[in-house]
């Protein structure tokens, strides 16, 4: 006959737990470190790139610059004053308007990336070496060089006069 706590018990319950169970505490923490990474390579990263980058062309902002506010309104740097959070620029022909920095999404034509790129390009661009040209010995003809005979009296020996 069997026991009325064998049916109702199961023998898997009942077994003591196994003595590794929360020894290896990294393999329990290696999908969470995994996904960090990636996540860090694919969002974090690139959205801090991206951040920088729009840091550098806010400052390099100059006069006559086309940018995009973030209301959509396309207009042109009139007065940029790098310690005040306030820009004026011209929406048309003698409309100007006071807009806050952080309004700026992007910038469309910017008078200092074109000469920043007129700058790499010159300096990407190698310099010429003038090379000496080598001087090369003539080549002697196969026609043999002209003989020149002289007569006893014209050669004279300035040696022996000293």
Sequence with gaps: MTNLMDILIPAAHAQAAGGGGGSNILMTFAPF?????????????PQQKKAKQQRESMKALRRGDKVL????????????Q????????DLSNDVRVKILRSTITSVLESKAIQANEANKNVKKAKPVVKKEKEVKPEVKSEEPAPVIEL???EVTDKTADK
């Design 69 to 80: 506010t973030a209301g959509g309104i396309i207009a042109t740097v009139v007065k940029n």
């Design 82 to 89: 790098e310690d005040s959070d306030e820009m004026e620029v």
């Design 33 to 45: 470190i995994g996904i960090f990474f990636i996540f860090y390579f694919m969002i974090i990263r």
């Design 151 to 153: 007569e006893k009296s």
